[in-house]
């Protein structure tokens, strides 16, 4: 189990932006492969976008162009910048390690889901 915790959700209208943080508590960090998955209500998880231990990323169609994801490996953390947001972005989001192999297609999550960070686009 690899403890992530998610945060900077929150409320925006569409077209805002939102810059999610998800913290993870292991000095081995920069070894895995990272990635973003949300869940709309009703709907099972989707894989948003991954970024490797050696900075390669991937994005679901949906988000490309619109979101950036990075990670800061000294302070163990990765981020998840969402600009331009729609309302079908509307979602609970969540971090996991993933296998690398399964990066590009956006799956592979390790271990278990965390608390996740609400984000809600509307006006």
């Known amino acids: 189990q690899l403890p992530f915790v998610e945060s900077g959700g929150g409320l925006v209208q569409p077209g805002g932006s939102l810059r999610l943080s998800c913290a993870a508590s292991?000095?081995?960090?920069?070894?895995?492969?990272v990635g973003w998955f949300r869940q709309a209500p009703g709907l099972d998880y989707e894989g948003v976008s991954c970024?490797?231990?050696?900075?390669?990323?991937y994005y679901a169609d949906s988000v490309k162009g619109r979101f950036t994801i990075s990670r800061d490996n000294a302070k163990d953390t990765m981020y998840l910048q969402m600009n331009d947001l729609k309302p079908e972005d509307t979602a609970v989001y969540y971090c996991?390690?993933?296998?690398?192999?399964?990066?590009?297609?956006?799956?592979?999550?390790?271990?278990?889901w965390g608390q996740g960070t609400q984000v809600t686009v509307s006006s």
């Open positions: 996991a390690a993933v296998m690398t192999s399964a990066c590009p297609q956006l799956g592979g999550k390790i271990g278990s």
């Open positions: 292991i000095s081995t960090f920069y070894y895995y492969s």
């Open positions: 970024i490797t231990s050696d900075g390669r990323t």
